[in-house]
């Protein structure tokens, strides 16, 4: 995580010079796109051992989902920006056949997402962020199961076109997902999410 830190913190000193949007400008992105999530680390145990004497197990796989809301950006220097947003994601994660299981089975929930971003901007329109997200389960399944807020780190570059907005981002959740973690396996929200959005300046 500090690797990563770090990594940002270069580009935006890297950037110092490309300065794009002017300061005291606040833009508004409805955004929406899809997601892909699961819970890292997680697995569903199945009976009997492999040949090398192991317990059997499913990982988590990615599961596809969707995400849909609007975030406010608002220049603070010429290269210098700061977001904030609000988004409703449907994301889980999923456990599929492998060799030798003929098994598929997803968990779902639906979250309110507020992603808090710094963001260092450029003449050229590519913007390189990084921020904290809390996470809020709005979805009623697996109350006895599910924490119903997570936090993640969200790193992500956006390149803009006449107002039009393509914005991939990678979330590391930094906390458990489960209520319990002593009853699995260190489980952690991970989604890759690519949006489409549009700023209008206020």
């Known amino acids: 995580m500090k690797k990563t830190i770090a990594l940002f913190l270069m580009c935006m000193f890297t950037l110092h010079i490309l300065a794009w949007k002017e300061p005291g400008t606040t833009t508004v992105y409805p955004r929406l796109g899809i997601n892909f999530s699961k ?3 997680d697995k569903i145990y199945t009976t009997g051992q492999n040949t090398g004497g192991s317990d059997t197990y499913i990982p988590s796989q990615f599961k596809t989902g969707f995400s849909l809301g609007a975030e ?7 290269v210098m920006a700061g977001s904030i947003g609000l ?4 994301q889980g994660t999923a456990f599929k056949k492998t060799s030798g299981t003929d098994f598929d089975f997803k968990m779902k929930h639906n979250d309110l997402i507020v992603p808090v971003m710094l963001v260092a901007t450029t003449k050229y329109n590519v913007d390189v962020k990084i921020g904290l997200q809390p996470e809020i389960r709005v979805s009623k399944g697996f109350n006895q199961v599910f924490n119903r807020i997570n936090l993640s780190l ?4 956006s390149y803009e076109f006449k107002h039009v907005a393509v914005d991939l981002r990678y979330h590391l959740g930094l906390t458990h997902v489960y209520k319990d973690q002593s009853l699995y396996d260190s489980s952690y929200n991970k989604t890759i999410m690519l949006t489409l959005g549009y ?3 206020l």
Do not use: A, C, R
């Open 39 to 41: 819970f890292s680390g």
């Open 72 to 78: 406010v950006q608002h220049q603070f220097t010429n």
């Open 87 to 90: 988004l409703y994601s449907k």
């Open 154 to 157: 969200p790193v992500g570059i």
């Open 199 to 201: 700023g209008f300046d």
